[in-house]
């Protein structure tokens, strides 16, 4: 494999700052725990929840019309249920008591349909297909059309990349929703959603703390899993991210004395190429197609690391995209992605492209 640029990146050697990054993931994927994880008898592993990619198809019954309403960040939590049909040995619908509130920014002004947080408090949940869920985010339909149902899809297949590439990462399920309004029992829609792995329970299945504290510098950050981060945001060409400021990103101590981002949203990325992004007019492109590396600053020699995974990921991620789940994209449209991703590859193992392109331009300083 080319590595990434000319003089010390050629150089396969590690530095004891990338020892101590792949120290932080080991101990990540192997041995942490937490008080929390241990009494709840976990193996630091998903939540069965996320342990299947099978689509969970269920029926969301509120007063929709109202939430359509709720438009301020302190919108109230409204009542719902979400209802299943169990599998064997189980016969029959599951109707669980849940509570939804509306959430976002952007999307809560501008969509038809606006995302939502989900609350799944009662007791009633831990015997159903949804035990292990709290308060997880629902990541659906903006409007009720095939062309943002396919954003969606697009935007649960990056999640499903950067699973592949790093456990610091959030766990995500797809879901098949009927949404019913209550009042009316009205059927509104039936679309394809996604829940995501909350916060909390990601750092508790990695034994690692949420930090809230803004302005992490990127010496604070273990070297390899910086560059990783940095690098699938270019990958997908995601500029909607600020790790200094928290934006889109969750600041993550790890059970060694290095700090980690685990990054998500990605629905303004050029690989979804949905028709409402938009890029920063502060930045130096123009579309979301565009690529711009806003990653920190590392060691050169970090990135070899963080490059050796992409190149051993990259048919995993592939397939990623023939597979059950990726067949539910338009063909055109994976045809597409997998040519943007092919430009990456390029990119990334061209030493004298990816100097230009990536190591002259990161980010040194916080922003």
Known sequence: MPLPSEGDLRSVKRTSAIVLSLACLAAVVGHAQTSRRAAKGDSGQVSKFFQTETPLVVTLTANMARIRTDKTADAPWRAATMSYLATAPDTGTVSVPTRVRTRGTWRLEN??????????????????????LDEPSLVNYCRNSDESEQYVLQEFQLYRVYRLLTPVSHAVRLLQV????????????????FIVEQPSD??????????KIKGAAADDLAPVQSALVGLFQYMIGNTDFSLSRLRNAELLSMPV???????????LAGAVNARYA????????????DRLYRGYCVPTDAYPEAIANFNAKKDSIYALYRDSI?????????????????EFYRIINDPKVFKREVVDVCVERNR
């Open 111 to 132: 969509c038809q349909f606006p995302p939502l947080l989900l609350s799944f408090a009662s007791e009633a949940v831990k015997a159903t297909e949804l035990k292990g």
């Open 326 to 342: 990726g067949k539910l994209i338009a063909p055109v449209t994976v045809s597409e992605t997998l040519k943007y991703f092919d």
């Open 278 to 289: 938009t890029t920063d007019p502060s930045l130096p492109i123009k579309r979301v197609r």
């Open 202 to 211: 990601m750092a508790e299945r990695l034994g690692a703390k949420i930090l």
């Open 257 to 267: 004395d290095r700090y980690v981002f685990a990054v998500h949203d990605f629905d």
């Open 178 to 193: 009927t949404y019913v309004d209550s009042s009316s029992g009205k059927k509104e829609a039936t679309r394809y959603a």
